[in-house]
C-alpha cells in the first residue's frame, strides 16, 4: 500500500493554500481580543516566510520555536515550513542545560522565541544556553530586544526583500515526505531523542482521525490548552483544525475559570484534555451557571478513566462524543482510538482500537504476537511510524525492528474486540499532570549536583497531578545540601513538572547482582512510606 494513499494534500503549506480558498472569510484562529480568518491567516504566514527566507532560512533547514501557544505560534510554525524547512518545538518550561542540549544537537538556523513567559527571561536563557559557543540567531515575537535578534516586526518589514514567488515555489517542490518537524521527546537513555515527522504523516492520520470522529467542515470551534511544543497541542490540535476549517482558540495556560467563560462566550464544540482538565472544570464555581450545551467532541488520553468522571462529562459538561485514545511521538501521537458510539466500559477501560491502516499487537520479548488478553509490550506499525530519530542510529535501531515495528517499551493487551488495555511501562515514565516524564534524563541532570553521588526516581501517586516524583538520593558527602536545597538547585535547571516532589536520603541503593538498581524495591518502600504518614 501506499504510504501516503488517499492523502487529501502535497503538504501542510498545501492544506493552507487550500484552506485560504475554501474557508477565507472563517476564523481561522482567535486569540484573546484577536480574530484572523483564514484568508488573512494566509497573508501573515507569507509575509513571515518571506521574512524568514531573507534571514537565510532555506528548503531543508531547522528553525525552532519556543513560546507558549498564541498565534504566532501557527503562523511561525507555517511559515518555516512554507519555506521548506522543519519546525523543532520547544517545551516552554526547559531550561538552559535542556535548551542547550536540543540547541547543540539539532543545530537550528534560528530560533523564533517570546521575550517572557511565567516571569521566565527566554532571551536571557538562551544566552545561558549557547554560552561558550555560537549563539544561534533569535526572532523575538514580541518587544524589542536590541542586539538580540530580529524582532516581530522587524521580520515583516524584511519580507519587501523576499518575491512571493520565491515562498511559492517552495511550497510547490513540497512532498509528503519532507520534513515537517523535529519533536524531541526525553528518552530512558537519559537525553531528548529527536523524533523526525513527514507532512504526510501527520496529514494523512489526523484527517481520518477526524471524518472518523465526526468532525464537521467549517463548523468546530476548538479550544486548545494542551501546549503546541507537544504533537497534542499541535497535530492533534490546530494543524487537525485546520483539515477541517475549525476556528482554534490558543490558551497559553490552564485556567478552568477562563476556559469556562470562552467555553459559553464561544460557543466551543470541540474540547480536549487529560483527565485533570475536565475534572476540575466539572468542579468550578461558575461551572453551573454557565451555558456549555455547545460542547459536543472531548478528547482526553491513555490512561484509565472512573466511570463517574465519564458520566459526569457526558451528562453535566453535555459532550456527545468522548475519545480516549494512545499513541507516542514516535508514531505521530496517535495509535489507537476509541469511536464515536463506544460504550463507556470500553472509554474507561480501553484506548480504543488501532486507527484504520496501522497495525497494533501486543508482543512477547521475542517479539511474537500474544493472545487477547494476554500481556506484553505494545507494539505499532504503519505509516504513521517515524522512520527514525534524528541522528541517533544506535536509539533507531533500538526502537524500531527490522521489519517496521515499533517498539513502544509500554505494557499492554488487547481484548476479542481489539482494543487495547494499558498495563503499566516496561520504561520509568510516568505522568505528571499530563507530561511525560522520564526518571532516566532527571536522574542523569541531578547528578551533576556536587551532593549526590547516586540518584534514582521513580513515580508516585498524587491526588492532583497523578504522579509525582520521588527521588531517593545516596548524598557524596556527610554535611550534603538539605531536600529544600536540592529541589531549588533543580528547579533552576529543569522544567518544574520534573522536579521531585519528595526526597529520601538513602545510605545505598538497592541493587541486583549486576549493580542495576532495583526500581521495584524502591516503590514498596514509597508504599512503606506513605502508609506510615512520612515523606
Same mark, same amino acid.
Given at each position: 500500500m501506499n504510504r501516503y494513499e488517499g492523502l487529501a494534500w502535497q503538504s501542510i503549506p498545501h492544506l493552507l493554500e487550500d484552506c485560504a480558498t475554501r474557508y477565507g472569510k472563517r476564523p481561522a484562529i482567535v486569540d484573546? %481580543?484577536?480574530?484572523?480568518?483564514?484568508?488573512? =491567516?494566509?497573508?501573515?504566514?507569507?509575509?513571515?516566510?518571506? #521574512?524568514? +527566507?531573507?534571514?537565510?532560512?532555506?528548503? %531543508?533547514?531547522?528553525?525552532?520555536?519556543?513560546? /507558549?501557544? %498564541?498565534?504566532?505560534?501557527i503562523v511561525a510554525a507555517l511559515a518555516v515550513q512554507a519555506n521548506g524547512a522543519a519546525i523543532i518545538p520547544l517545551n516552554t518550561r526547559f531550561r538552559a542545560d535542556e535548551i542547550g542540549y536540543i540547541l547543540c544537537k539539532a543545530r537550528p538556523r534560528l530560533v523564533i522565541l517570546s521575550r517572557h513567559f511565567l516571569d521566565t527571561d527566554y532571551v536571557a536563557i538562551l544566552d545561558q544556553a549557547c554560552a561558550g559557543g555560537e549563539r544561534i540567531p533569535a526572532v523575538t515575537l514580541d518587544d524589542a530586544t536590541p542586539g538580540k535578534g530580529v524582532t516581530w516586526s522587524d521580520l515583516h518589514e524584511r519580507a519587501s526583500g523576499v518575491a512571493e514567488a520565491v515562498i511559492l515555489s517552495r511550497i510547490a517542490a513540497l512532498? /509528503?515526505? $519532507?520534513?515537517?518537524?523535529?519533536? !524531541?521527546? *526525553?528518552?530512558?537513555?537519559?537525553?531528548?531523542? %529527536?523524533?523526525? #515527522?513527514?507532512?504526510?504523516?501527520?496529514?494523512?492520520?489526523?484527517?481520518? !482521525?477526524? =471524518?472518523?470522529?465526526? !468532525? @464537521?467542515?467549517?463548523?468546530?470551534?476548538?479550544?486548545?490548552?494542551? /501546549? !503546541?511544543?507537544h504533537g497534542l497541542g499541535y497535530k492533534l490540535g490546530w494543524l487537525m483544525s485546520m483539515m477541517f476549517g475549525a476556528t482554534v482558540y490558543p490558551l497559553a495556560l490552564f485556567d478552568p475559570g477562563k476556559m469556562l467563560e470562552i467555553v459559553a462566550r464561544e460557543r466551543i464544540t470541540i474540547l480536549p484534555g487529560p483527565p485533570t482538565i475536565f475534572q476540575a472544570l466539572l468542579d468550578h464555581p461558575d461551572r453551573p451557571k454557565l451555558d456549555l450545551s455547545s460542547l459536543r467532541i472531548c478528547m482526553t488520553g491513555s490512561t484509565i478513566l472512573p466511570p463517574a468522571l465519564i458520566n459526569r462529562i457526558r451528562v453535566e459538561l453535555g459532550f456527545e462524543i468522548i475519545l480516549a485514545g494512545y499513541g507516542l511521538t514516535e508514531c505521530t501521537v496517535l495509535a489507537t482510538i476509541t469511536r464515536p458510539g463506544d460504550d463507556v466500559a470500553t472509554i474507561c477501560e480501553t484506548s480504543g482500537r488501532a486507527v484504520p491502516d496501522v497495525e497494533v499487537i501486543i508482543a512477547d520479548e521475542r517479539g511474537n504476537p500474544l493472545s487477547p488478553g494476554e500481556i506484553g509490550e505494545i507494539r505499532v506499525r504503519g505509516y504513521n511510524v517515524m522512520d527514525g530519530y534524528f541522528e541517533d542510529p544506535e536509539a533507531t535501531a533500538a526502537a524500531l525492528t527490522t521489519d517496521g515495528w515499533l517498539r513502544t517499551g509500554d505494557l499492554g493487551s488487547l481484548d476479542g474486540d481489539g482494543n487495547l488495555r494499558i498495563h503499566g511501562r516496561l520504561k520509568d515514565m510516568y505522568i505528571v499532570g499530563g507530561f511525560n516524564t522520564y526518571p532516566a534524563e532527571i536522574e542523569n541532570m541531578m547528578l551533576a549536583h556536587p551532593d549526590i553521588a547516586e540518584i534514582a526516581i521513580i513515580g508516585v501517586p498524587d491526588e492532583?497531578?497523578?504522579?509525582?516524583?520521588? $527521588?531517593?538520593?545516596? &548524598?557524596? @558527602? &556527610?554535611?550534603? +545540601?538539605?531536600?529544600?536545597?536540592?529541589? $531549588?538547585?533543580?528547579?533552576? @535547571?529543569?522544567?518544574?513538572?520534573?522536579?521531585? @516532589?519528595?526526597?529520601?536520603?538513602? $545510605? *545505598? =541503593? /538497592?541493587?541486583?547482582?549486576?549493580?542495576?538498581?532495583?526500581?521495584?524495591?524502591?516503590?514498596?518502600?514509597?508504599?512503606? =512510606?506513605?502508609?506510615?504518614?512520612? &515523606?
Open positions: 484573546g %481580543g484577536h480574530s484572523i480568518t483564514y484568508a488573512e =491567516l494566509r497573508e501573515r504566514v507569507m509575509a513571515a516566510a518571506r #521574512g524568514l +527566507a531573507s534571514l537565510d532560512v532555506t528548503p %531543508g533547514d531547522r528553525v525552532a520555536i519556543w513560546a /507558549p501557544n %498564541g498565534w504566532q505560534w512532498t /509528503p515526505d $519532507a520534513v515537517s518537524d523535529i519533536m !524531541f521527546t *526525553s528518552g530512558t537513555t537519559g537525553y531528548p531523542k %529527536g523524533v523526525i #515527522g513527514r507532512h504526510g504523516q501527520s496529514l494523512r492520520a489526523f484527517h481520518r !482521525f477526524g =471524518l472518523d470522529s465526526d !468532525f @464537521r467542515f467549517g463548523e468546530e470551534r476548538h479550544l486548545i490548552v494542551n /501546549p !503546541f511544543f492532583r497531578l497523578g504522579e509525582v516524583g520521588m $527521588a531517593f538520593i545516596v &548524598p557524596g @558527602r &556527610p554535611d550534603h +545540601a538539605s531536600a529544600d536545597e536540592i529541589t $531549588a538547585w533543580a528547579k533552576e @535547571r529543569m522544567a518544574n513538572y520534573k522536579v521531585p @516532589r519528595a526526597i529520601r536520603f538513602m $545510605a *545505598s =541503593l /538497592p541493587k541486583n547482582a549486576s549493580g542495576k538498581i532495583l526500581k521495584i524495591r524502591l516503590r514498596e518502600l514509597a508504599r512503606e =512510606l506513605e502508609l506510615e504518614g512520612r &515523606p
